[in-house]
């Protein structure tokens, strides 16, 4: 058993299993795997300061942005103002409650939980929390990270002040101001968090069960990599001691569960793109619009760039996305043609651009709350918004599921040592 005072520099790539030793880092200095390039670690200065910071800063603008309208519309004489809270109000009136449900959770719920997290887990006031509560707030932390979209509604926002200019005037609220700091405030927080840093605050890691050997790949030399607070540990050890979370060396099943979540979300989504994601009743004359539509709609009314990037999130990123996933697990089967950086690129872009295609669905949220005016006009939610949004939920634990690692398994000789330190 080696000493655990070495522990700490050691580190398995958690995308491709490379054993690296890593270097002395100065402040603002970031050290990357030098066979796949994912960010290792990074040396912030005042790790424990800034995210709190930040957090604080984003809970308030929450806060106010909660409290006030947040946009208007008129036509025709007739006014309408929403508040961000309504939102998911009308959706329930109208009987879609599980799309009022994913909008409170996604857009405000998760965000705002994250903020939390991190002010409990990274201040210095002498909270009573026990060493098992901090490691489980820890875990809930980075586990929910990734599914917060206040920026991705954001976006939804503008594209829905796009669709409708055509009908009327669009004046912004007071709380629309604190809300696109609340967007930027979280965002920054949880990218100031330091994952190696805080399991370390919150326990050491573990001795090392033998000198590991740079270069090579972890599960060559016996070692696995715990997938929450990286702690090295051996691969017949499948309890992490420091975090409590269980493992192998490579996700159980993983090219079963993300096949399997893939075909669902490929037959859900010819159904979401053939049924109504909109309901737009006019003067007493209904008009139902799906995806498609919508972009034709824009595109012949000269919004040229919205209804691409409507095209882009929500067509082609589901579609191009559905196929990566399959030429991943196609490849890490053993029968592409070897490229690992290039796969390894493709993994990076669909983990990337798999949440911006929840885009259209906060379209639809935001345009039938603020279009209620009786007879004159109305929109609401369609069966094809919720298949939809469930396609992109699918599709993102479908990339999750699958373990990157598996691609360089099959070609993971690599006689670099050290990994690449640059400046942020």
């Given at each position: 058993?080696?000493?655990?005072?070495?522990?700490?520099?050691?580190?398995?790539?958690p995308?491709?299993?490379l054993?690296?030793?890593?270097?002395?880092?100065a402040?603002g200095?970031?050290?990357?795997?030098?066979?796949?390039?994912?960010?290792?670690a990074?040396?912030?200065?005042?790790?424990?300061?800034r995210?709190?910071?930040?957090?604080i800063?984003?809970l308030?603008?929450?806060?106010?942005?909660?409290?006030f309208?947040?946009?208007?519309?008129?036509?025709s004489?007739?006014?309408?103002?929403?508040?961000?809270?309504?939102?998911?109000?009308v959706?329930?009136?109208?009987?879609?409650?599980?799309?009022?449900?994913?909008?409170?959770?996604?857009?405000?719920?998760?965000?705002a939980?994250?903020?939390?997290?991190?002010?409990?887990?990274?201040?210095?006031l002498?909270?009573?929390?026990?060493?098992?509560?901090?490691?489980?707030?820890?875990?809930?932390?980075?586990?929910?990270k990734?599914?917060?979209?206040?920026?991705?509604?954001?976006?939804g926002?503008?594209?829905?002040?796009?669709?409708?200019?055509?009908y009327?005037?669009?004046?912004l609220?007071?709380?629309?101001?604190?809300?696109?700091?609340?967007?930027?405030?979280?965002?920054?927080?949880?990218q100031?968090?330091?994952?190696?840093?805080?399991?370390?605050?919150?326990?050491?890691?573990p001795?090392?069960?033998?000198?590991?050997?740079?270069?090579?790949?972890?599960?060559?030399?016996?070692?696995?990599?715990?997938?929450?607070?990286?702690?090295?540990?051996?691969v017949?050890?499948?309890?992490?001691?420091?975090?409590?979370?269980t493992?192998?060396?490579?996700?159980?099943?993983?090219?079963?569960?993300?096949?399997?979540?893939?075909f669902?979300?490929?037959?859900?989504y010819?159904?979401a793109?053939i049924?109504?994601?909109?309901l737009?009743?006019?003067l007493?004359?209904?008009?139902?619009?799906?995806?498609?539509?919508?972009?034709?709609?824009?595109?012949?009314?000269?919004?040229y760039?919205?209804?691409?990037?409507?095209?882009?999130?929500?067509?082609?990123?589901?579609?191009?996305?559905?196929?990566?996933?399959g030429?991943?697990?196609?490849?890490?089967?053993?029968?592409?043609?070897?490229d690992?950086?290039?796969?390894?690129l493709?993994?990076e872009v669909?983990?990337?651009?798999?949440?911006?295609?929840?885009?259209?669905?906060?379209?639809?949220a935001?345009?039938s709350?603020?279009?209620?005016?009786?007879?004159?006009m109305?929109?609401?939610?369609?069966?094809?918004?919720?298949?939809?949004?469930?396609?992109?939920?699918?599709?993102?634990?479908?990339?999750?599921a699958?373990?990157?690692?598996?691609?360089?398994?099959?070609?993971?000789?690599?006689?670099?040592?050290?990994?690449?330190?640059?400046?942020?």
């Amino acid at each position: 058993m080696c000493s655990q005072d070495h522990a700490h520099q050691w580190m398995l790539c958690p995308q491709c299993d490379l054993t690296v030793e890593l270097p002395t880092m100065a402040p603002g200095q970031r050290a990357r795997c030098p066979r796949c390039h994912t960010t290792l670690a990074t040396n912030w200065s005042d790790p424990g300061k800034r995210p709190v910071a930040y957090a604080i800063a984003a809970l308030v603008m929450l806060l106010l942005a909660n409290l006030f309208p947040f946009v208007n519309m008129h036509v025709s004489g007739i006014s309408s103002e929403i508040g961000l809270m309504q939102i998911p109000r009308v959706m329930v009136n109208e009987d879609y409650s599980s799309l009022a449900t994913i909008f409170l959770l996604l857009v405000q719920g998760i965000p705002a939980c994250c903020m939390l997290l991190i002010l409990l887990l990274m201040t210095n006031l002498p909270l009573p929390l026990p060493h098992t509560l901090r490691g489980g707030l820890a875990r809930v932390l980075f586990q929910l990270k990734n599914w917060g979209m206040a920026e991705i509604f954001m976006a939804g926002v503008l594209v829905s002040f796009v669709k409708l200019m055509a009908y009327g005037d669009i004046g912004l609220g007071t709380s629309f101001w604190p809300w696109c700091l609340f967007c930027m405030m979280q965002l920054r927080a949880i990218q100031c968090v330091d994952r190696r840093w805080l399991w370390q605050r919150i326990a050491p890691q573990p001795a090392l069960p033998h000198q590991p050997q740079g270069g090579i790949s972890g599960l060559e030399q016996g070692l696995r990599s715990c997938s929450c607070c990286t702690a090295v540990l051996p691969v017949g050890q499948l309890s992490c001691p420091r975090c409590g979370v269980t493992g192998h060396a490579r996700r159980k099943h993983s090219l079963q569960w993300t096949l399997a979540l893939l075909f669902t979300s490929v037959m859900l989504y010819i159904p979401a793109n053939i049924l109504p994601i909109m309901l737009t009743n006019t003067l007493g004359s209904e008009h139902n619009s799906n995806i498609m539509a919508g972009v034709i709609l824009l595109w012949s009314d000269g919004s040229y760039p919205i209804a691409l990037v409507i095209f882009i999130a929500s067509i082609m990123v589901p579609s191009l996305k559905m196929l990566a996933i399959g030429w991943l697990c196609w490849d890490a089967k053993g029968y592409g043609r070897g490229d690992r950086e290039k796969m390894h690129l493709i993994y990076e872009v669909v983990e990337f651009v798999g949440r911006w295609s929840m885009i259209d669905v906060f379209v639809v949220a935001v345009l039938s709350a603020l279009v209620q005016m009786g007879r004159l006009m109305s929109i609401n939610p369609g069966i094809g918004a919720l298949l939809f949004a469930v396609v992109v939920i699918l599709t993102i634990f479908a990339a999750m599921a699958f373990d990157p690692r598996l691609t360089w398994d099959i070609k993971h000789k690599n006689t670099l040592k050290e990994p690449s330190v640059d400046g942020q």
